[in-house]
T-cell receptor, first 117, second 115 residues
Framework: AQSVTQLGSHVSVSEGALVLLRCNYSSSVPPYLFWYVQYPNQGLQLLLKYTSAATLVKGINGFEAEFKKSETSFHLTKPSAHMSDAAEYFCAVPSAYSGAGSYQLTFGKGTKLSVIP | EAGVAQSPRYKIIEKRQSVAFWCNPISGHATLYWYQQILGQGPKLLIQFQNNGVVDDSQLPKDRFSAERLKGVDSTLKIQPAKLEDSAVYLC?????????????FGPGTRLLVL
């Protein structure tokens, strides 16, 4: 089954600083990849997804991620952190356990982002 | 467009009691998922429905968990009897047809505390 690994369970950045959240996938075939954000006491919201159309993917709230096959990575970045970016971020890859052509998401353990004023 | 609705938002029960969670997916979405999110971890799939049929329930603890999606719309997840380790957030999500590229839309979750 597909899997993703998120390095760093907790990242702290100063307001205005670069945000870099790391995600590596394990697969011999470039998969589709997703980044979701979860604000406190809320469900998950899609930030962006890679579907092989372009290696640099732009998402909501100024986030973007670059798919690098040579590094099996899909790291999430934002040039300038804002206080409202404080949340937990999850990388995910679709997996099909049943073989029925229907997919579910396998998530990483998440990275909690803190933004220091 | 209305999002995925879940209720209740919070539930506190004692171990060995039973509890049920309800989910209403986005209209027209054939695929419905229930995920369990334990504190400090990513969501883990419990069960996946395609219309009113089960696609995958391999990670559902069937001795105590059950789920149904009658009529292929709303779904209910039940725990009976609950254990302390069932304390978690239960997330419902839906997508159009369960394809690889499709976005899954999540509800706000039900936060369960078992004492």
């Amino acid at each position: 089954a597909q899997s993703v690994t998120q390095l760093g369970s907790h990242v702290s950045v100063s307001e205005g600083a670069l945000v870099l959240l790391r995600c590596n996938y394990s697969s011999s075939v470039p998969p589709y990849l997703f980044w979701y954000v979860q604000y406190p006491n809320q469900g998950l919201q899609l930030l962006l997804k890679y579907t092989s159309a372009a290696t640099l993917v732009k998402g909501i709230n100024g986030f973007e991620a670059e798919f690098k096959k040579s590094e099996t990575s899909f790291h999430l970045t934002k040039p300038s952190a804002h206080m409202s970016d404080a949340a937990e971020y999850f990388c995910a890859v679709p997996s099909a356990y049943s073989g029925a052509g229907s997919y579910q998401l396998t998530f990483g353990k998440g990275t909690k982002l803190s933004v220091i004023p | 467009e209305a999002g995925v609705a879940q209720s209740p938002r919070y539930k506190i029960i004692e171990k060995r009691q039973s509890v049920a969670f309800w989910c209403n997916p986005i209209s027209g979405h054939a695929t419905l998922y229930w995920y369990q999110q334990i504190l400090g971890q990513g969501p883990k799939l419990l069960i996946q429905f395609q219309n009113n049929g089960v696609v995958d329930d391999s990670q559902l603890p069937k001795d105590r968990f059950s789920a149904e999606r009658l009529k292929g719309v709303d779904s209910t997840l039940k725990i009976q009897p609950a254990k302390l380790e069932d304390s978690a957030v239960y997330l419902c999500a839906s997508s159009l047809n369960g394809g690889q590229q499709e976005t899954q839309y999540f509800g706000p979750g039900t936060r369960l505390l078992v004492l």
